[in-house]
């Protein structure tokens, strides 16, 4: 089955400092990815839509010069958490649909701690 | 606007019961629906799925029904087994995106 490949799966950085978080889809190509963010507690809260290509869409209230997110390839989009404060610390999760399935398929997810 | 709904937040069940998670709806375009499952610090893993022309769907010990008039689906679990306890997402088709509903936390006690 189609497997989405997110890594790292925890970091911790200091204060100020810049992470970036990766997804990639194995065994097939992604025009479309979405990145989450989940709160404990909380349902998954989609940050944005990254496009293979072009500019990322992002939800309202997510600052798009704090989370940047770069699709340059069909199986790799890139969320950099720009410098980080201790209130980005959340679990971010991406997903990418294979095309032709219904389903979307999800990567493992990251935790971020800022400390 | 939040298009799907998930009411009960949490949801308590003896083992060997029956677990039934209820999601609502308001858009009456959805024709597919999908069930995940997300254990803590894990991403979401499907789980079931229907479509509209359907409504029922069963796969082992969880069957999902549909009730399209009513726009709302439930997913029952039975026997509900320990490992089942996770938190249960519904999310509808086509959707531009994958915006969840708020997710029902299961609690399956030994």
């Known amino acids: 089955g189609a497997v989405v490949s997110q890594h790292p799966s925890w970091v911790i950085c200091k204060s100020g400092t810049s992470v970036k978080i990766e997804c990639r889809s194995l065994d097939f190509q992604a025009t479309t990815m979405f990145w989450y963010r989940q709160f404990p507690k909380q349902s998954l809260m989609l940050m944005a839509t990254s496009n293979e290509g072009s500019k990322a869409t992002y939800e309202q209230g997510v600052e798009k010069d704090k989370f940047l997110i770069n699709h340059a390839s069909l199986t790799l989009s890139t969320l950099t958490v720009t410098s980080a404060h201790p209130e980005d610390s959340s679990f971010y999760i991406c997903?990418?649909?294979?095309?032709?399935?219904?389903?979307?398929?999800f990567g493992s997810g990251t935790r971020l701690t800022v400390v | 606007d939040q298009q799907v709904k998930q009411n009960s937040p949490s949801l308590s069940v003896q083992e060997g019961r029956i677990s039934i998670l209820n999601c609502d709806y308001t858009?009456?375009?959805?024709?597919?629906f999908l069930w995940y499952k997300k254990y803590p610090a894990e991403g979401p893993t499907f789980l079931i799925s229907i479509s509209s022309i359907k409504d029922k769907n069963e796969d082992g010990r969880f069957t999902v029904f549909l009730n399209k008039s009513a726009k709302h689906l439930s997913l029952h679990i039975v026997p509900s087994q320990p490992g089942d306890s996770a938190v249960y997402f519904c999310?509808?088709?086509?959707?531009?995106?994958?915006?969840f509903g708020a997710g029902t936390r299961l609690t399956v006690k030994p």
């Open positions: 858009n009456s375009m959805f024709d597919y």
């Open positions: 999310a509808p088709l086509p959707n531009n995106d994958m915006r």
């Open positions: 997903s990418a649909r294979p095309t032709g399935t219904y389903g979307y398929t």
